[in-house]
């Protein structure tokens, strides 16, 4: 069934076992230095545990002496001490079964600097003078960028020697490359005003300082979806040229992060399968070697697909790589159902991004712990009963039972899924469902005894003699105290997306965070006229947007023709609708049929403070402790059940 997908390919001369290829995605697991430490190494050596054929690893910096500022703990490999961590890295990917490459940077440029580094004074460098807003940067000399692509030549040297099977060039986005590629960007009067220049003489230097046979890989965007940026036509042109430079394989993104509507470089859930795959096929018609494929691609069926269709040679999987190590590996064994599903949140990199943490998953708790994280077998095996079918109650039930525990999880409602259940009905959510499906079966798999449609009491509990209780009822939907919130016209949003309630044709919003933005894009499906009334200044502030994730949600509600009222308050439901005041105080009248709150959920603790003091042992964990993100709710699960 996947025959094209455990393909064995070649990329020049190196043989990979199969075709797909995990992306570069940055860990921020290094040093401050920039040196690999043994996070590093065991989370890619996971990977290659897993079965990938290649292995991409994270951007990595060339030089600090002309571009002198290093992204958040990002590798360097410009010097001979960083290079043994490197050795260590390639080695622990070998004995696990993959070839690796090293992504090249000549540096981050002067639009992805995180706003940490903005000091007094601090100038960053690029093509031009174009910055990120509020920062300063310095167009470099052609002396500079002459400079740069010796250095290059250099790190791909030490990259040979430190055991990479090959390099790729980061052209993509809006690193330095990436701007010098770009006529939005690149205004240069010089001859690296030409936007083929640049990558032709890395790849050149790279090929004559590492060896001819030594494969070079390029990324690039195949579109930047800007007006005034490089076109598909204008990448085919540039894959021309370094086709007879000498590149070796062709790795195909698109988008930009300079606007909102250009930046797509992290596909959202909103986004459709194979985001990137328009721009691959074309490139492929262009070129004789061979083009990696990406955006949304963690389905091995549609992967597949892909192949077959010739439209690309290679399948590019970052996040569903991150989500589910052993994805290749499940594919062989035709496990496809026991595939752990990426749900394209970015929470993985948004997180990074806005510095709340290092690289790490919703979906899998393990990632950047994988040796701290294990289900080792308990010394004691308990009977562990766990409350609540939700994601974090399901994730505590699985771990616990596959550590040998007697584990019973009970659900009060007649399936598993919590809130995943209603969060899962609009369109642009799908992927959630396939989370549901996925740990309902884990659970069911690992020997959980599953009983559902039970409301659980202290009393029951106590009968039953638990060694351990782990509490994860989740929450309930906030019902404030607002004049005319108990006319029967209002509903909550999760029983409108659940499907209890039939709404007239106008419905007002009440709340624009994210569920609020979820169910008015659910409705607006449904052909109803809604408007959002927020009382803050924007809508969705709720979501980390480092990465765009909002705006391409934003992007889905303004293709919808929802209507969004920033900076108003609702002071009343009537029988018409709501009215609502703006931050000057001015009331106006808004016509509803019926209104929907999305004003939040309050947290459940009935249950667990009933049990305290009462149990050998008992955790609460997710929404009942405080209603948060789905990650925080399967981690607490993972952790809790892990030290039982």
Request: charge should be neutral; proline fraction near 5%.
């Amino acid at each position: 069934m996947f025959e094209k997908l455990l393909e064995p390919g070649k990329i020049g001369k190196l043989e990979l076992d199969n075709r797909i290829v995990m992306l570069p995605m940055a860990t921020a697991y290094a040093t401050a230095g920039g040196m690999v430490t043994d996070q590093q190494v065991h989370y890619y050596a996971e990977r290659a545990r897993g079965g990938v054929g290649l292995i991409i690893v994270e951007v990595t910096q060339v030089q600090t002496h002309i571009d002198s500022w290093v992204h958040t703990l990002m590798l360097s490999i410009d010097n001979r001490k960083n290079s043994f961590g490197f050795t260590d890295l390639t080695r622990a990917i070998h004995l696990n079964g993959s070839k690796v490459a090293l992504q090249l940077t000549p540096g981050p440029g002067s639009w992805v600097v995180p706003r940490a580094v903005w000091t007094p004074g601090f100038q960053s460098v690029g093509p031009t003078t174009f910055a990120y807003p509020g920062s300063v940067a310095r167009a470099l000399a052609t002396e500079e960028v002459e400079a740069l692509v010796q250095v290059f030549g250099v790190a791909a040297q030490r990259a040979r020697r430190a055991g990479f099977d090959a390099i790729e060039i980061h052209g993509h986005s809006s690193y330095m490359l990436g701007q010098f590629m770009s006529p939005y960007v690149n205004t240069r009067t010089d001859k690296f005003g030409d936007l083929w220049r640049f990558p032709v003489e890395l790849l050149r230097c790279a090929k004559d300082m590492s060896g001819p046979d030594f494969p070079v890989i390029f990324r690039l965007s195949g579109d930047e979806f800007i007006e005034g940026g490089r076109t598909l036509d204008g990448s085919i042109e540039l894959c021309k040229r370094l086709e007879e430079a000498g590149v070796d394989a062709l790795d195909v993104s698109g988008g930009t992060y300079y606007t909102p509507e250009s930046d797509c470089v992290f596909p959202y859930m909103t986004s459709p399968r194979g985001t990137f795959v328009p721009q691959a096929q074309e490139i492929k018609k262009a070129v004789r070697v061979p083009v990696i494929a990406v955006g949304r691609l963690s389905d091995p069926t549609y992967a597949e697909s892909v192949l077959r269709e010739g439209k690309a040679d290679f399948i590019g999987m970052g996040r569903g790589l991150i989500a589910d190590p052993e994805l290749p590996k499940k594919v062989a064994a035709g496990r496809v159902e026991d595939i752990r599903p990426c749900i394209y949140c970015n929470a993985c990199i948004g997180g990074q991004r806005a510095g709340r943490h290092r690289l790490a998953c919703q979906v899998n708790a393990r990632v950047g712990k994988e040796r701290e994280y294990g289900t080792e077998p308990a010394r004691n095996p308990k009977k562990v009963l766990v409350i609540g079918g939700g994601p974090g109650g399901m994730e505590a039930a699985r771990v616990a039972a596959l550590r040998g525990h007697s584990v019973t999880l009970y659900e009060r409602e007649e399936r598993l899924g919590g809130h995943l259940i209603e969060a899962s009905t609009p369109e642009h959510k799908k992927d959630l469902a396939r989370l549901i499906k996925w740990l309902s079966s884990q659970v069911k798999a690992a020997g959980t005894r599953v009983v559902t449609g039970k409301e659980v009491t202290p009393e029951m509990v106590l009968t039953q003699k638990p060694g351990a209780v782990i509490v994860a009822v989740g929450a309930e939907p906030l019902v404030p105290e607002i004049p005319g919130i108990q006319n029967p016209s209002v509903a909550t949003a999760v029983d409108v997306l659940l499907g209890k309630v039939t709404l007239g044709n106008r419905v007002v919003v009440a709340g624009g965070g994210a569920v609020g933005c979820d169910v008015a894009a659910f409705l607006a499906d449904s052909g109803k006229l809604v408007t959002v009334v927020e009382m803050l200044s924007g809508m969705a502030l709720d979501m980390e947007d480092t990465v765009n994730s909002r705006g391409q949600l934003l992007a889905v509600l303004g293709k919808k023709a929802v209507t969004c009222l920033t900076d108003m308050k609702i002071e009343e439901i009537t029988d018409d609708g709501v009215i609502a005041s703006d931050k000057g105080g001015v009331k106006r009248a808004i016509g509803a049929d019926n209104v929907v709150l999305a004003l939040g959920f309050k947290p459940r603790t009935g249950l667990y403070n009933a049990l305290k003091g009462r149990v050998p042992e008992v955790y609460a964990v997710g929404d009942c402790v405080e209603s948060r993100r789905l990650g925080d709710a399967i981690h607490e699960g993972f952790f809790r059940a892990k030290n039982i």
